[in-house]
């Protein structure tokens, strides 16, 4: 009889938790959602220094750096620093900047299509190179 009852608390105290808890405001998705499309950038550029050499990163959908790939656009990367006289073209996703000065420099990178038009995606960051 003991087993039963417990067995009756159990299943009760099981099933109370049936129903899902209403997710506060603060958390809903669809302000997520929103937040996440809000700060959205169409390009993604990571970069990392090592000595005088800056290894930079571009992810961009819809564009590609090569000629295999159909159905995106043919895009090309500009590099250009104000501070350190450079001004440079990349044909792929990845590349390394070499031979920078030390110093801060400014970097602009952006991303252009055929006749250097620009897409509207660019970025500029800070390096130091000691």
Excluded: D, W
Excluded at 70 to 77: F, L, P, Q, S
Excluded at 120 to 125: D, H, I, L
């Amino acid at each position: 009889m003991k087993k039963m009852i417990m067995l009756a608390i159990a299943l009760l105290i099981l099933s109370g938790c049936k129903e899902k808890m209403p997710e506060p405001e603060s958390f809903s998705f669809a302000k997520k959602v929103e937040a996440a499309n809000r700060g959205q950038k169409p390009v993604s550029i990571k970069h990392m220094v090592q000595g005088n050499q800056v290894y930079i990163e571009c992810i961009v959908p819809g564009v590609t750096f090569t000629s295999e790939k159909k159905g995106a656009k043919k895009g090309k990367i500009i590099v250009r620093s104000n501070t350190g006289n450079l001004y440079k073209e990349y044909h792929t996703a990845a590349f390394v900047i070499k031979g920078l000065p030390k110093g801060v420099h400014l970097l602009n990178v952006e991303i252009v299509g055929k006749n250097n038009q620009s897409f509207g995606m660019k970025e500029q960051f800070y390096v130091t190179i000691q």
